[in-house]
Nanobody, 114 residues
Framework: QVQVVESGGGLVQPGGSLRLSCAVS????????MDWYRQTPGKSRTLVAR???????NYEDSVKGRFTISRDNAKNTVYLQMNSLKPEDTAVYYC????????WGQGTQVTVSS
């Protein structure tokens, strides 16, 4: 069974950094685009960053220049390096495989607070 497992969330001070990891088991993730979404209470899940199967990347405007998405196909793992974190980055972050059916992880909490 294919599973997506996120890790790396936590509490960080404003201006700090975190690196999220998304491990996809039982699948060749290089065949798919992979995304990071985030969600805050009472709001819809929104796309933060995407990496295509070819390696091209796209970012939501508020994270451009601060977040970097990357993938290690040999490890079936996608990363989200988050620098210069702001309180408004606080959310649950979800990894998503762009496939049919789509595949979601359970989410990892990121809290940016002093």
């Amino acid at each position: 069974q294919v599973q997506v497992v996120e890790s790396g969330g936590g509490l960080v001070q404003p201006g700090g950094s975190l690196r999220l990891s998304c491990a996809v088991s039982g699948s060749i993730s290089s065949m798919y685009s992979m995304d990071w979404y985030r969600q805050t209470p009472g709001k819809s899940r929104t796309l933060v960053a995407r990496i295509s199967k070819g390696g091209s990347t796209n970012y939501e405007d508020s994270v451009k220049g601060r977040f970097t998405i990357s993938r290690d196909n040999a490890k079936n793992t996608v990363y989200l390096q988050m620098n210069s974190l702001k309180p408004e980055d606080t959310a649950v972050y979800y990894c998503h495989r762009d496939s049919l059916p789509p595949l979601w992880g359970q989410g990892t909490q990121v809290t940016v607070s002093s």
